[in-house]
């Protein structure tokens, strides 16, 4: 079975940096893309970033572009996400995510999920 592992995560001050790092392990792993999602007390999990084994295609929230960058480690199989200039609405649960789909952006399309890593971004 495929399993995600996540590590990283943290406490941070306004306007600091954080990088979390995903470790696939398991039998072969065929995900055609690595995503991560966010979920805040209270709200519902969405969509911060995914990109693409294959091309390196990547794609960001509008909430996070300009500040996260996500990028994988094939040989690793590793997926990282930096994230630069947090903000306190950034405070969350950070999950990792495989999905067979290219570019896919939607938690229905992600097989794999990982146990989710906190973030929380003092103000």
């Known amino acids: 079975q495929v399993q995600l592992v996540e590590s990283g995560g943290g406490l941070v001050q306004a306007g600091g940096s954080l990088t979390l790092s995903c470790a696939g392990t398991g039998r072969t792993f065929t995900s055609h893309a690595m995503g991560w999602f966010r979920q805040a007390p209270g709200k519902e999990r969405e969509f911060v970033a995914t990109i693409s084994w294959s091309d390196g295609y990547t794609s960001y929230a509008g909430s996070v572009k300009g500040r996260f960058t996500i990028s994988g480690d094939n040989a690793k199989n590793t997926v990282y996400l930096r994230m630069n200039s947090l903000k306190p609405e950034d405070t969350a649960v950070y999950y990792c995510?495989?999905?067979?789909?290219?570019?896919?952006?939607?938690?229905?399309?992600?097989?794999?999920w990982g146990q989710g890593t906190q973030v929380t971004v003092s103000s």
């Open positions: 995510a495989g999905s067979q789909r290219w570019g896919a952006r939607e938690q229905y399309e992600y097989q794999y």
